[in-house]
């Protein structure tokens, strides 16, 4: 069951969304950057130069390279020894950040993706979803113990992901990519494969891209309707997050 301070009603949509399962209380954090956040990154990721960090090493500085490691992996762990070094001034590093996200929206513009095969977009959409929960699933799932796996470490039957907090699977993550039209067999075949999922963990989560044909407000009418309980649905933007408040979850 997933828990909110904020009241919600069956069938509305909530940004930002932290999901969790046992009726346990969240809070509906929108916050999307702070120094709190970068620090925890920064112990996290790089726990020796947080122990000693220099007196000029601001968490500025450690935010934009925590922004950077979310576009690309790859050059934040180029660029982290020169801005642990003292050798990459808040500008240089602010630059390199805006050049990365300037790319990634070129390169997954809606223009582009509308270009691109079924299964290039499926490969595209799920390293969205995928990205995403990496970087904000701690704060999705109200733990700092969130870790993300493969959804085959459940077995035969499995999801995209699953998301384990203390060790144990908690939610399973079913991603479906772009449609223009869902027909209803399709709709109530899935919602089928997410019960199933289910019986296995305490809570299923389809994600499927904004703006497509999906109509998860008929979804979510139908698995109240038949009494799924532990099923969510939530949207990303297709193209790639930049935001915790870019996911929508379908109540």
């Known amino acids: 069951m997933v828990a909110a301070t904020c009241s919600t009603t069956s069938g509305s949509k909530t940004q930002g969304r ?10 509906l954090d929108l916050t999307l ?29 450690v935010m934009f390279l925590m922004k950077i490691e979310e576009l690309d992996p790859t050059t934040a762990e180029r660029l982290a020894p020169q801005v642990f070094g003292g050798q990459m001034r808040q500008v240089e590093l602010k630059a390199e950040f805006d050049r990365l996200r300037q790319e990634r929206a070129e390169k997954h ?42 959804g085959r470490s459940l077995g035969s039957l ?60 008929h979804l979510a009418k139908l698995r109240d309707e038949i009494g799924l309980d532990g099923i969510r649905f939530a949207t990303l933007p297709e193209a790639g997050a930049r935001r915790f408040e870019d996911l929508v979850v379908q109540e």
């Open 109 to 150: 513009s809606d223009t582009n993706l509308s270009k691109l095969s079924s299964p290039q977009r499926a490969q595209i959409f799920d390293q969205t979803v995928f990205s995403f929960l990496r970087v904000y699933g701690p704060k999705m799932f109200g733990s700092d113990n969130a870790v993300l796996k493969d």
């Open 18 to 27: 932290r999901l969790g399962d046992g009726g346990r209380a969240f809070q």
């Open 158 to 217: 499995y999801p995209d992901y699953v998301i384990e907090v203390d060790g144990k699977p908690k939610v399973a993550v079913e991603i479906n990519a772009h449609r223009t039209r869902v027909e209803r067999q399709f709709a109530i075949n899935t919602l089928g494969y997410l019960w199933l999922l289910r019986r296995l963990v305490p809570e299923a989560l389809l994600v499927v891209p904004q703006d497509s044909g999906y109509d998860l407000k």
């Open 33 to 61: 950057r702070n120094p709190l956040e970068a620090y925890k990154w920064l112990k996290k990721r790089f726990p020796d130069v947080e122990k000693d960090r220099p007196a000029w090493l601001g968490m500025t500085l």
